[in-house]
């Protein structure tokens, strides 16, 4: 189960500052809108396809931020930054072969390990449509 926040909204009649999505299979999902995620009882769902749920919505979920290539670079960049001050913060370092051919760099999170990382970084923006 992902809980993703929201903006307070009313979603086609549905106030709500939580919005949890629940995945059922290739292309099933559902969607609740709540204000208060603790309470079963409180809100209410729309299930489908992502296009369904969007459809259902439409009105309702603000315009995404289209970004050039620099702006979407820097978003990776920030997540790998929180990833490597929380690493820095646990005294963790990751041993790196590549880093070795460059010790002078300060980074946690080096080379090949941060194109990688960054790649699934950037495929997760772009399923929950932060990025497109």
Request: proline share 4%; with cysteine; aromatic share 8%.
């Amino acid at each position: 189960m992902n809980t993703i926040p929201t903006r307070e909204a009313d979603f086609a009649g549905r106030s709500g500052n939580t919005v949890i999505i629940h995945r059922y299979g290739q292309d099933d999902y559902s969607a609740w809108f709540t204000d208060n995620p603790n309470d079963d009882t409180s809100g209410c769902s729309v299930r489908g396809t992502l296009l369904d749920i969007l459809e259902e919505c439409r009105d309702e979920v603000p315009a995404r931020k289209v970004m050039d290539n620099s702006e979407r670079l820097e978003t990776i960049c920030d997540f790998i930054e929180c990833f490597e001050d929380f690493l820095d913060e646990k005294g963790i370092v990751i041993p790196n072969d590549e880093k070795e051919q460059d010790p002078e760099s300060a980074s946690n999170i080096y080379g090949t390990d941060y194109g990688n990382l960054s790649e699934k970084i950037e495929s997760l923006l772009i399923r929950y449509g932060v990025l497109n």
